[in-house]
């Protein structure tokens, strides 16, 4: 599930641009514009991972919910979820029954951690390139400079600054693609951050 927290994580990833090529200045004020009066986001996202490896792909669809400064919930349709409250991080494996549960170092995701905190910048921490117009919208690669986890991400947008696509990809080329839809930025129900947990699931710590 690692990815797909980086995935969480990085839609938020959308606050004042500077650093890696010449950005144009529409595509950066839509987007901060758009971080700057976000507290919360929900959407519900088409996602497809592709296994380099294995080359096969697994489809899946879940609704995301984030809200500032450090709380995440990814729920799949089929009962799996993953959520981040402060620094724990809860998984749900519905099927086991299994409840996984486990604090995050303090260097866990830390760079996009501070960006949904708000308490850093892209500019501080990723490199960033205009990739210019497509038929998806307006494309920003985001690059971590630590690689550890993934490699790049790609974030396409429309006119009013709202992302609609990201593609994100790993170091050893596995992709992660959401197609989100259903999108809202106003305040979110607590049931909307709440991850059901399977009845009689088995809790697992490290």
Same mark, same amino acid.
Request: net charge neutral; glycine share 8%; aromatic share 4%.
């Given at each position: 599930? *690692?990815?797909v927290l980086a995935g969480s994580l990085t839609l938020l990833a959308l606050c004042p641009l500077g650093t890696g090529e010449a950005q144009r200045p529409d595509v950066l004020a839509r987007a901060e514009a758009f971080v700057a009066s976000l507290q919360s986001f929900r959407a519900h996202i088409e996602q497809r991972y592709h296994d380099r490896v294995h080359d096969r792909d697994l489809s899946a669809r879940a609704?995301?919910?984030? =809200? /500032? !400064?450090? /709380?995440? %919930?990814?729920?799949?349709?089929?009962? /799996?979820?993953i $959520?981040?409250?402060?620094?724990?991080? %809860? $998984?749900?494996? !519905? $099927?086991? #029954?299994?409840?996984?549960?486990q604090a995050l170092p303090d260097d866990a995701f830390a760079d996009l951690r501070s960006v949904l905190a708000g308490t850093a %910048?892209?500019?501080? %921490?990723?490199?960033?390139?205009?990739? *210019?117009? =497509? #038929?998806s919208g307006d494309v920003l690669e985001l690059r971590p400079r630590n690689r550890a986890l993934w490699d790049r991400a790609l974030i396409a947008f429309d006119d009013g600054g709202t992302p609609q696509r990201v593609l994100i990809v790993d170091e050893a080329g596995n992709t992660l693609r959401w197609v989100l839809s259903r999108i809202r930025t106003g305040a979110l129900p607590a049931s909307a951050l709440a991850l059901p947990l399977p009845s009689g699931a088995e809790t697992v710590r490290p």
């Amino acid at each position: 599930m *690692g990815l797909v927290l980086a995935g969480s994580l990085t839609l938020l990833a959308l606050c004042p641009l500077g650093t890696g090529e010449a950005q144009r200045p529409d595509v950066l004020a839509r987007a901060e514009a758009f971080v700057a009066s976000l507290q919360s986001f929900r959407a519900h996202i088409e996602q497809r991972y592709h296994d380099r490896v294995h080359d096969r792909d697994l489809s899946a669809r879940a609704t995301l919910a984030l =809200r /500032r !400064p450090d /709380r995440l %919930t990814f729920r799949f349709d089929d009962g /799996r979820g993953i $959520a981040m409250d402060g620094a724990t991080v %809860t $998984a749900v494996e !519905p $099927a086991l #029954p299994l409840v996984h549960e486990q604090a995050l170092p303090d260097d866990a995701f830390a760079d996009l951690r501070s960006v949904l905190a708000g308490t850093a %910048t892209l500019a501080e %921490t990723f490199d960033v390139r205009d990739l *210019g117009r =497509r #038929p998806s919208g307006d494309v920003l690669e985001l690059r971590p400079r630590n690689r550890a986890l993934w490699d790049r991400a790609l974030i396409a947008f429309d006119d009013g600054g709202t992302p609609q696509r990201v593609l994100i990809v790993d170091e050893a080329g596995n992709t992660l693609r959401w197609v989100l839809s259903r999108i809202r930025t106003g305040a979110l129900p607590a049931s909307a951050l709440a991850l059901p947990l399977p009845s009689g699931a088995e809790t697992v710590r490290p």
